[in-house]
């Protein structure tokens, strides 16, 4: 069985991959690299299933497709982002993160804000 680490260094590999992609138009290899990381990201999203306590899994949707997905290289956690229901107005979007990291630690964040590091 592959490590949560492997997986995110074999994801954040990819995502790598992509954005050079992106910068030279190679929408096809783009395509390709996708289907890559969403295989990955399917993995860790059912390690997390598995993992989390039952009030994480009520809020978790049936697939990881339905939310965005990040890496923190630095604090080696990968989060699945989604709107936070509870706390979003007509005006303002909140967002609620699960993070994992690679001891499978997951952690609900409220509030979450996207920060470019």
Same mark, same amino acid.
Do not use: Y
């Given at each position: 069985m592959v490590s949560l680490k492997e997986l995110f260094q074999?994801?954040?590999e990819l995502n790598d991959q992509a954005n050079e992609s992106m #910068?030279?138009?190679d929408f096809s290899k783009i395509k390709e690299v996708r289907q890559k990381q969403s295989s990955i990201e399917n993995a860790i999203f059912e390690t997390l299933r598995e993992k989390a306590p039952e009030s994480?899994?009520?809020i978790l949707p049936?697939?990881?497709g339905q939310m965005e997905m #990040?890496?923190?290289n630095k604090k080696e956690l990968f989060y699945f982002v989604m709107v936070d229901d509870e706390l979003s107005t007509d005006d303002e979007l909140k967002l609620?993160?699960?993070s994992i990291?690679?001891?499978g630690k997951i952690e609900l964040i409220k509030n979450f804000e996207i920060q470019d590091e």
């Open positions: 074999n994801w954040n #910068g030279k138009f994480i899994i009520e049936e697939d990881c #990040g890496f923190n609620q993160a699960i990291d690679t001891l």
